[in-house]
């Protein structure tokens, strides 16, 4: 069959002799429909750190480079394994589903909890072996198989993916009626967010930092009552002075930049709460004392307090300007509540998607344009089918 392969920085390839998955007693065989570029594909493009697999075997999936690549996706169902047939409440053939990337060992403490995206071993469909969403067809555990209605398009079932990781951060924010919420980036999971917290009926401010003029526009749409240039403005001051003195309650950090998430510790409230959305590859300097002295909290993107994993305090500055969060935090749940308020209309996020392209043109009208492009390039959606 075809699949776009991952053979390390810079090397995507079309392959169209690898083999056909076998689907398992435990899952669902699906042919993916559409299949979004995320911000951890291009940090996999761009760096031979993030998936560290060339040598050694993912402990769950077995493989090394090279990998199938994509976990955005959505797709039908074209044939259920001997135990999900057994199953009445299961996906079946014909079936609309979104996909749940992740891939876990089901017998660690974390797993025996219920706690999935904080498995020991865990791992991401599409970017750690497994198959992926960017081929003719892929195997998944039949539990991370979402139909979708008949009202949702394919196009839509492939965000909702990003989406879960929003709502599941803005969840984790637990914002109360009437707090002001920050937003530090508006790449694809920072308008996300802005959309998951209008849905939650966040009736705040929502303050937005961002520097694309493109993004300041659809963060805007989306439903941000003030957008804030940092090369322009002073962010601290400006939100202390938007929240009667003394700052939003809650700030959600979706841009990777360790400028951005010092502001969102300084811009805080007293007891105030930051919430970590984006991806790191390595360490950032915090200002710990900004945290200190106003008792304020910094979490992440988890749902298990046990299993946070919170940013070092120490190392060097990273400079990624396009970041959004890899699969990690998100469950089941999320899945279900985003397709849930995709179908009552809480959720309108077609203004999102600005380009769809081919197989054949991932890199060069995908990743390329993701990274030379970005003001006009927000979420890129791959037509598997083509």
Known sequence: MRALRYYGPGDLRVK?????????????????????????????????????????????????????????????????????????????????????????????????????????????????????????????????????????????GALVEPLSVAWHAVEQADVKPGDDVLVMGAGPIGLAVIQCLKARQVDGQIIVVELSSKRKEFARQCGATTVLDPQDEDVVSRCRSLCGGQGPAVALECAGVAASINAACRAVRTKGLIVNVALWEAPVPIDMMALLFGEKRLASGEKEPAQNRTITCHGTQVQITDVSTIAVSLTASDFRAVIDALESGQLQVEGMITHKIKMDEVVHKGFEALMKEKDTTIKVLVDVRT
């Open 16 to 156: 169209y002799d690898v083999p056909e998955p076998e689907c398992l007693p435990h899952q669902v065989k699906v042919r993916p429909a559409f299949c979004g570029i995320c911000g951890s594909d291009l940090h996999a493009y761009l760096s031979d750190k993030f998936i560290p697999l060339r040598d050694t075997p993912h402990p769950l999936t077995g493989e090394t480079w090279p990998i199938t690549f994509g976990h955005e996706f959505s797709g039908d169902v074209v044939a259920v394994g001997s135990d999900v047939a057994k199953n009445e409440g299961s996906v079946k053939v014909g079936d609309r589903v979104a996909c749940q990337p992740t891939i876990c060992c089901s017998h660690c403490p974390s797993c025996k909890q219920g706690a999935v995206n904080c498995c020991d071993s865990l791992g991401f469909i599409g970017l750690m072996g497994g198959g992926g969403g960017l081929s003719d067809y892929i195997c998944i555990d039949a539990q991370f198989a979402h139909k979708l209605s008949d009202s949702i398009p394919y196009e839509i």
